[in-house]
């Protein structure tokens, strides 16, 4: 039998808040895996910050080093993951945990569901109870 994965073999500190905040954000496939690799590769080594190139982000998320570049340039451009300025061609990143910052297009637009419908029988367009 495989053994299993132990937490003395290494694990990522990561506030709960920050998670819960992170379920919250519209994240595609790809670029919540790519905030997955700079946790592990920050918060999991207890720094703040990591070296992490496209072509080592794509290879440790099984993706194109075109698609990294695409959704990790949309993660900056949200401000979930910040460039450490000052490090010459060296590309420093780091997780913002400020989430008050972060940009999440459409998700202040949307109508939460308890809003739009009185009751189940109005979003079925009658009685919940009649078949």
Do not use: C
């Not at 992170?22 to 920050?42: D, K, S």
């Not at 910040?82 to 913002?96: D, T």
Request: proline share 4%; charged share 30%.
């Amino acid at each position: 039998m495989a053994r299993l994965p132990q937490l003395e073999d290494g694990y990522t500190r990561i506030a709960n808040e920050i998670l819960e905040q992170v379920a919250h954000l519209r994240l595609n496939g790809t670029q919540f895996r790519l905030l997955l690799i700079v946790w592990r590769y920050t918060y999991g080594y207890g720094r703040k910050e990591a070296e992490l190139s496209l072509s080592f982000l794509a290879s440790a998320i099984g993706a194109s080093r075109s698609q990294v570049d695409r959704e990790l340039t949309d993660l900056i451009r949200r401000s979930v993951i910040e460039v450490v300025p000052g490090y010459g061609r060296r590309r420093l990143l780091r997780f913002n945990k400020d989430f008050s910052a972060w940009i999440d297009p459409g998700r202040e637009k949307r109508t939460p569901s308890h809003d739009r419908h009185e009751s189940i029988g109005d979003w079925l367009g009658g009685d919940p109870y009649e078949l």
